[in-house]
């Protein structure tokens, strides 16, 4: 592989261990090689465009093929342009670099300012029980929140923290609501965490009285429980009661028919509306559905697709499209479309960066699954290839 040829690789994509061996000792080799190096555009950004071009544009990828190819046969030198045939070898190096790089960044910019689908970011809406609301953003803002002058919690670094007195001892619920394209992180008074997912609500009380800390859910919501032997932790969730002391475990009801409790640590149990309540131990999945209300199914199941979201990935197994383009329509607020019914039930099995642009991950599938995505703003129709 030619030199100039292993820079576009790990500028675009990345090279072995092997390439960068390489690329290493040529930089070495003359103070002028790592000159020319350092004006060069490195970065995640650079990569990131380089897929989005390659996915969205198969003629200006064949071009930029062709480009290259020309390159490194050395057809600029005989082109009819002069200055091309008057360029020593270094210039020509950095052309055979920067001209592919140019096709690239011509078409994403191009192409991103009319179709790029961000992911979703950090943002919820805290309301307090007399009604006042306030935005929640992941930005840099530092603010503390009063309940009769006395301070109970601080929103920081996109999270919000409650630091409540020993002194108050009230009965009083906030609410924190995270709309579609959101996610918030929550440290209750008790130091339990929760991470809280697109479309999801949460309701809970300033401070934990009682011999009981209780909780309110709708959505989905990844839990690190604050260990309290003496005091149970407890979440209600469309009629179902999950309980433990101090564990790991993820809750997911996007619906009041169906309620999926993922034990990562510890152990929990779970109450069905009308039923008995089953024990949980780590790596098992909990479902209760409406049509079979008084029971629980248990099930031993790798968790990893139920939280791999808690740690910036989405894992599918054997997922259905439809299912699929469910979740991710919540995180990227998108509106989805099937052309056919039956395209609903083509089956997926992958692991795909949560925070990437919406196009990355729907090049995953499309290279699995045999379906098109036409995106418009910030809706998608799926049809076949």
Excluded: C
């Amino acid at each position: 592989m030619h030199i100039n040829e292993l820079i576009v690789k790990k500028l675009l994509q990345g090279l072995s261990e092997e390439e960068e061996s390489i690329l290493q000792e040529w930089l070495k080799e003359d103070p002028s090689h790592k000159e020319l190096y350092s004006t060069l555009p490195l970065g995640k950004g650079l990569a990131d465009a380089y897929r989005l071009y390659s996915y969205h544009d198969k003629k200006s990828k064949k071009a930029f093929h062709q480009v290259w190819h020309r390159l490194q046969k050395g057809a600029f030198a005989n082109a009819e342009v002069g200055r091309f045939r008057r360029m020593n070898h270094w210039s020509r190096i950095a052309a055979a670099v920067m001209i592919p790089l140019l096709v690239v960044s011509v078409f994403v910019y191009i192409w991103t300012g009319r179709n790029t689908i961000k992911p979703g970011e950090t943002k919820a809406l805290l309301t307090f029980a007399s009604g006042d609301a306030y935005e929640l953003k992941g930005n840099d803002n530092d603010r503390w929140f009063y309940i009769g002058g006395t301070p109970i919690a601080r929103e920081s670094s996109g999270a919000i923290t409650y630091h409540v007195p020993d002194k108050i001892n009230v009965d009083i619920h906030n609410t924190l609501s995270v709309p579609r394209g959101g996610e918030y992180h929550l440290t209750l008074s008790d130091g339990t965490v929760i991470h809280l997912n697109s479309s999801s609500v949460l309701k809970y009380p300033v401070v934990f009285t009682g011999d009981k800390r209780v909780v309110d859910l709708s959505g989905e919501a990844y839990f690190k429980v604050a260990k309290d032997s003496l005091h149970p932790f407890i979440v209600k969730v469309h009629g179902v009661t999950v309980q433990q002391f101090g564990t790991e475990f993820n809750i997911k009801s996007r619906s009041p028919e169906e309620v999926q409790v993922a034990l990562v640590e510890g152990s929990i149990g779970i109450r069905p509306p009308r039923g008995n309540m089953h024990m949980l131990h780590p790596g098992e999945l909990a479902v209760w559905n409406v049509d079979n209300a008084k029971d629980v199914l248990i099930q031993n199941k790798d968790l990893l697709p139920h939280v791999a979201w808690h740690s910036g990935r989405y894992v599918f197994y054997n997922e259905s499209l439809k299912g699929l383009m469910d979740e991710l329509s919540l995180w990227y607020d998108l509106d989805v479309r099937f052309k056919e019914k039956s395209l609903e039930q083509l089956h997926f099995t992958g692991s795909v960066h949560r925070y990437d642009d919406i196009s990355v991950i729907l090049r995953a599938i499309s290279e699995t699954v045999d379906v098109d995505f036409n995106i418009s703003g910030n809706s998608i129709v799926i049809d076949r290839k």
